[in-house]
């Protein structure tokens, strides 16, 4: 695994805050973390893709993306889906807990996340407020199917906007698979609204995917914990020393 592109990023990038600093005070044991999740990944860390506010992005040497968060709810998530081919939801091949410590490693597909940018967030607050509206009146069963999901939003788009659906950014495809890949998180009983550009990517065949499903709803499903090592319990004790 190319060190530099993990301990660089970890120590320059500032992942998880102010938090962060436990990292730096460590670091010469991140090597801890490149070895437990290149065992449970078989995979190296090529690139560092980005970050987010709860965690941050890697390229696998497999072609899949890691991602390190906190946000537990969203690793909890991630777990249900684990496995599961979605049509419009990216594929999550593995979801861990990094020891005891509160980072969690989520495995998934990889997608195009520059195709949608900031011309979007009109189209993204709209759909925001319709699936925000169901889900705090618990009346989402309403929504038996894409094409009534369409219909509906459609209606109240264009009745509340003025404006035609089909002149959007995007226009009426955007908004079905969009849909979808909500009603496919609800089928799995995870409850998510946080739709933002930045959380939409596009395979290769142009199918529209949501891949970042923080801040959602769920029972969660299991998260395996890699083994700890006596480093990783070293890290531990610098955790609930300085946190």
């Known amino acids: 695994m190319d ?41 190296n860390i090529v690139e560092f ?13 497999n072609g899949k993306v890691l991602k390190l968060t906190d946000d537990k709810t969203e690793a909890g998530s991630s777990a249900i889906l684990k496995g599961k081919k979605l049509k419009n ?3 999550f091949y593995d979801v ?3 020891g005891e410590l509160p980072i969690y490693g989520i495995v998934q597909e990889k997608v195009d996340v520059k195709q949608f940018t900031r011309k ?17 009146r618990k009346k989402t069963a309403e929504l038996s199917s894409t094409d009534k999901a369409f219909e509906l939003f459609k209606t109240m788009f264009e009745k509340n906007s003025g404006l035609k659906l089909d002149k959007q950014p995007g226009g009426e495809d955007f908004v079905k698979q969009l849909l979808n890949g909500w ?15 930045k959380n939409i990517g596009k395979t290769s065949g142009g199918v529209i ?16 914990a890699i083994k700890e090592t006596k480093q990783f319990a070293d890290l531990k004790l610098w955790v609930e020393r300085i946190v």
């Open 3 to 43: 060190e530099s592109i993990f301990k660089t990023t970890i120590t320059t990038k500032k992942p998880w805050g102010e938090k962060s600093q436990w990292i730096k005070k460590v670091k010469n044991r991140i090597a801890e973390f490149e070895n437990a999740i290149q065992k449970r990944t078989k995979a």
């Open 49 to 61: 893709l980005g970050k987010g506010s709860r965690g941050m992005a890697f390229l696998l040497s």
């Open 89 to 91: 939801v990216v594929t």
């Open 96 to 98: 861990f807990q990094l």
């Open 120 to 136: 979007f967030d009109k189209l993204c607050e709209w759909l925001f407020g319709f699936w925000d509206s169901f889900s705090a």
């Open 183 to 197: 009603l496919e998180l609800l089928a799995n009983n995870i409850e998510f609204i946080d739709i933002t550009y």
């Open 209 to 224: 995917k949501i891949f970042d499903i923080g801040y959602s709803k769920s029972p969660g499903g299991p998260i395996p």
